[in-house]
Nanobody, 123 residues
Framework: QVQLVESGGGLVQAGGSLSLSCAASGRTFSSYNLGWFRQAPGKEREFVAAISPSGRITTYTDSVKGRFTSSRDNARNMVYLQMNSLKPEDTAVYYC????????????????WGQGTQVTVSS
């Protein structure tokens, strides 16, 4: 089992940057696929990015490709989401999530979730 805690959200102007962190507990962190998701008010939770256990493989939703970068530090049980060139439509609560088996873009496939961190991008 793994517990996740996100941090780093906040208010930023359009075009700015934020870096989200997700701290994980558990001795087997390096065996988990990690996903980033977001949920805007009145909308369903959507996939943002995923990173493989080794960190060598990352995938992104089309709307953030070239702007967001996910990375991880297994020695520190940390996963990161660097967000650049932020847009107002990126405003949402951002969550990190974990699953043991292969990476997925479906929120329902992830059994472990953090509490979320708010990202607000003003125009």
């Amino acid at each position: 089992q793994v517990q996740l805690v996100e941090s780093g959200g906040g208010l930023v102007q359009a075009g700015g940057s934020l870096s989200l962190s997700c701290a994980a507990s558990g001795r087997t962190f390096s065996s988990y696929n990690l996903g980033w998701f977001r949920q805007a008010p009145g909308k369903e939770r959507e996939f943002v990015a995923a990173i493989s256990p080794s960190g060598r493989i990352t995938t992104y939703t089309d709307s953030v490709k070239g702007r967001f970068t996910s990375s991880r530090d297994n020695a520190r049980n940390m996963v990161y989401l660097q967000m650049n060139s932020l847009k107002p439509e990126d405003t949402a609560v951002y969550y990190c999530a974990a699953r043991v088996v292969a990476s997925s873009r479906r929120p329902d496939d992830y059994p472990y979730w953090g509490q979320g961190t708010q990202v607000t991008v003003s125009s």
